[in-house]
């Protein structure tokens, strides 16, 4: 669990209490150090989370708990909102999934008057590219690049020319209308980038490959900035 994770866990579980919790009982439901608790205790206090109480005594939300963990402002929240529409609408099922589980929570938390805003946001992001055949394969090549697993594709050319690949895959790139995969390919021993809606096929290998300082997808990215 990573640290923004455990704030939200421990805020969602100050929240459910109604009386002061040790930071011993805390840590015992989280599953951390009671020196972790404090520590997270303070993070919050200092991010403007109302809570009160003490090492020794215990922790309660004060007035105005009611605010989002991280006190997000209005605008902060509708960017966000716009932000998860578009995941929704042109990445794939899974993060479009995962986007409306992280709405669902920030919603909980918003006062009834941010909820009536995002509800009249008059942005609009329609949602046609998540169930194409080149979501599905950006969702593959996904987890093939956070599992490190060689991949074989058959790749058409704008000119119509066919060939087959093992590449390394690296990352996506999302261009305002079409996603690029950047791969390492065996063949060119480079890198090399492929449209994925140009991609004909894709079969993920069992063998892994290994990145480094000089094959990811930074060291792309700033190779490309420099040139």
């Given at each position: 669990?990573?640290?923004?994770?455990?704030?939200?866990?421990?805020?969602?579980?100050?929240?459910?209490?109604?009386?002061?919790?040790?930071?011993?009982?805390?840590?015992?439901?989280?599953?951390?150090?009671?020196?972790?608790?404090?520590?997270?205790?303070?993070?919050?206090q200092?991010?403007?989370?109302?809570?009160?109480?003490?090492?020794?005594?215990?922790?309660?939300?004060?007035?105005?708990?009611?605010l989002?963990?991280l006190?997000f402002?209005?605008?902060?929240?509708?960017?966000?909102?716009?932000?998860?529409?578009?995941?929704?609408?042109w990445?794939?099922?899974?993060?479009?999934?995962?986007?409306?589980?992280?709405?669902?929570?920030?919603?909980?938390?918003?006062?009834?008057?941010?909820?009536?805003?995002?509800d009249?946001l008059?942005?609009?992001?329609?949602?046609?590219?998540?169930?194409?055949?080149?979501?599905?394969?950006g969702?593959?090549?996904?987890?093939?690049?956070?599992?490190?697993?060689?991949?074989?594709?058959k790749?058409?050319?704008?000119?119509?020319?066919?060939?087959?690949?093992?590449?390394?895959?690296?990352?996506?790139v999302?261009?305002?209308k079409?996603?690029?995969?950047?791969?390492?390919?065996?063949?060119?021993?480079?890198?090399?980038?492929?449209?994925?809606d140009?991609?004909?096929?894709?079969?993920?290998l069992?063998?892994?490959?290994?990145?480094?300082?000089v094959?990811?997808?930074?060291?792309?990215?700033?190779?490309?900035?420099?040139?």
């Amino acid at each position: 669990m990573s640290k923004s994770e455990r704030l939200f866990e421990l805020l969602t579980l100050l929240r459910s209490k109604r009386y002061a919790v040790t930071a011993k009982a805390l840590a015992e439901e989280l599953n951390v150090s009671e020196r972790t608790i404090y520590r997270d205790i303070q993070s919050l206090q200092l991010s403007g989370v109302p809570i009160e109480g003490e090492a020794g005594i215990g922790y309660l939300l004060g007035k105005g708990s009611h605010l989002p963990p991280l006190m997000f402002t209005e605008e902060e929240i509708m960017a966000l909102e716009l932000g998860m529409r578009m995941v929704r609408a042109w990445s794939d099922r899974s993060l479009a999934s995962a986007t409306d589980s992280a709405s669902r929570k920030i919603r909980s938390v918003l006062p009834e008057h941010l909820k009536a805003q995002i509800d009249a946001l008059p942005l609009a992001v329609p949602a046609f590219h998540v169930e194409t055949e080149c979501a599905v394969y950006g969702e593959l090549l996904r987890e093939a690049t956070s599992e490190k697993h060689k991949t074989k594709i058959k790749y058409q050319t704008g000119e119509g020319k066919y060939s087959e690949r093992v590449i390394h895959p690296l990352g996506q790139v999302y261009w305002g209308k079409v996603w690029t995969l950047v791969a390492w390919c065996e063949l060119r021993d480079d890198y090399r980038s492929f449209r994925i809606d140009r991609i004909q096929s894709i079969e993920v290998l069992g063998e892994h490959f290994e990145a480094s300082e000089v094959k990811s997808f930074q060291h792309y990215l700033s190779f490309c900035e420099e040139s």
